[in-house]
């Protein structure tokens, strides 16, 4: 009896709500599913489940957990491969996924209302597309056209109403003209309410993947063949959109288009994003450290200056700026414990060995420097000098170096013409020098 008594105490704290289950195909290329509750500040591990044979599996949720958002990570790496879906406490999670087709809801009323909306408006939206490629002059069309979207919109408000859903569904509410209106007033009325229905304090939305995917597409996809000015008009119009109070989502999202561009290699748009909003909410929010990783983005962008740093040696001092005589310097920021840089600094020795336009400069990362001391002896023809404090050193974060070796190759005026990623990419790059 006393046992039993135990159990009944202890069942509570371990009672499963519901669960979340799904089918992979094809089975053979996957092997677990993780789920996550997503949260505006990243996503929190819950539990996982192996797939079968026939690639289903299932995963028990606490009765505990939080109604929310959450994420399904199928494959590595996990940021390009999960999604998100809908929890509310009360009803099992079922779908389907593939890689060629996605994710599809067989239950759970939220998801199902979500993914029915997202296909009905799409409808629509073609609808109103091909209303324009037509004619766009028929007003009894348009009426027609836009009573329809109208009628969609306001149904599925309705039916999510007091569900989660309804976050999404109300952001997503489009600009609906209330009298006739040709096609360029149209797309100029939509870009202006882009962004009028979204609460972007809103945890729900905040946890979730659409106001990422809303501004991505109002950056990348609302015109067509955008240069540098349209898209700094655009970055302009989304710090704008965006309230100071929501101080954070409005750092991240400014961040994630900064990044987006840096991956594009578009140095003057990263830069001017930097410039112009995210340093300052970067150091208004005290995030230290993507303060330091996009302001060593800007001070080593290919077109920049590199910056200055003393070289000292037995012989002289100078600096970066004063060497003379070399067509291109390469910069190689090394360390004498790197295992890496021990195998590659030979190698990097014998590339530049025929190529007198050449000059190499190495900047050592160290917590003293005896082994350094030793090491430089191999390579008498560099210019060698040494970082003590090894990553915490301010040349170091200045140039924000995350790992050794890491090159930068410099024309005749210091300005960084490349940065390759690997010994491979200085090959390639040093090739024709």
């Not at 489940?49 to 995963?59: M, S, V």
């Amino acid at each position: 009896m006393k046992k039993l008594v135990t159990f009944l105490f202890i069942f509570p704290l371990i009672a499963f709500g519901q669960s979340v289950k799904g089918t992979f195909y094809p089975a053979e290329d996957f092997t677990y599913a993780f789920l996550y509750e997503a949260t505006p500040e990243g996503a929190n591990y819950v539990s996982h489940g192996e797939l079968n044979t026939e690639g289903q599996f299932e995963i028990k949720i606490d009765s505990s957990a939080a109604p929310g958002i959450y994420k399904i990570v199928y494959a590595t790496p996990p940021e390009e491969n999960n999604f998100d879906f809908i929890y509310d406490g009360k009803e099992t999670v079922v779908f389907k996924f593939s890689q060629e087709n996605g994710v599809e809801f067989t239950e759970s009323e939220e998801n199902k209302l979500w993914t029915s909306y997202l296909k009905s408006m799409d409808m629509v939206n073609q609808t109103i597309s091909n209303y324009y490629q037509k004619d766009g002059k028929d007003k009894k069309g348009f009426n027609a056209v836009f009573k329809v979207l109208k009628d969609t919109q306001t149904s599925y408000e309705a039916l999510a109403s007091g569900r989660l859903a309804s976050a999404f569904i109300m952001a997503n509410r489009p600009y609906i003209p209330t009298e006739y209106e040709d096609y360029n007033t149209y797309s100029k009325n939509v870009k202006k309410h882009y962004f009028s229905q979204i609460d972007f304090s809103n945890y729900i939305l905040q946890s979730s993947t659409f106001l990422i995917d809303r501004v991505v597409s109002y950056v990348f996809n609302l015109v067509e063949k955008p240069n540098n000015n349209t898209y700094k008009v655009l970055i302009d119009d989304v710090y704008n959109a965006i309230d100071n109070k929501d101080l954070a989502i409005k750092t991240y999202l400014l961040e994630m288009l900064w990044q987006r561009f840096v991956t594009a290699e578009n140095n003057d748009l990263a830069n001017y994003i930097t410039d112009k909003y995210l340093l300052n909410l970067a150091n208004t929010s005290g995030n230290k450290v993507l303060a330091e990783t996009i302001t060593s983005y800007k001070n080593t962008s290919i077109g920049t200056k590199a910056p200055n740093f003393e070289i000292a040696s037995s012989k002289n001092t100078t600096r970066l700026h004063d060497l003379k005589g070399a067509t291109y310097y390469l910069l190689v920021f090394w360390s004498s414990t790197c295992g890496h840089c021990l195998n590659e600094l030979p190698m990097v020795k014998e590339l530049v060995a025929s190529k007198n336009n050449i000059k190499v400069v190495a900047f050592g990362l160290e917590e003293e420097p005896s082994k350094w001391t030793e090491e430089i002896k191999k390579y008498p023809n560099f210019v060698h000098t040494v970082g003590l404090g090894k990553w915490d050193n301010p040349v170091v974060k200045t140039y924000g170096v995350a790992a050794t070796p890491t090159y930068f190759l410099l024309n005749s005026d210091k300005t960084i013409i490349a940065k390759p990623y690997d010994y491979e990419a200085l090959e390639v790059v040093l090739k024709d020098l």
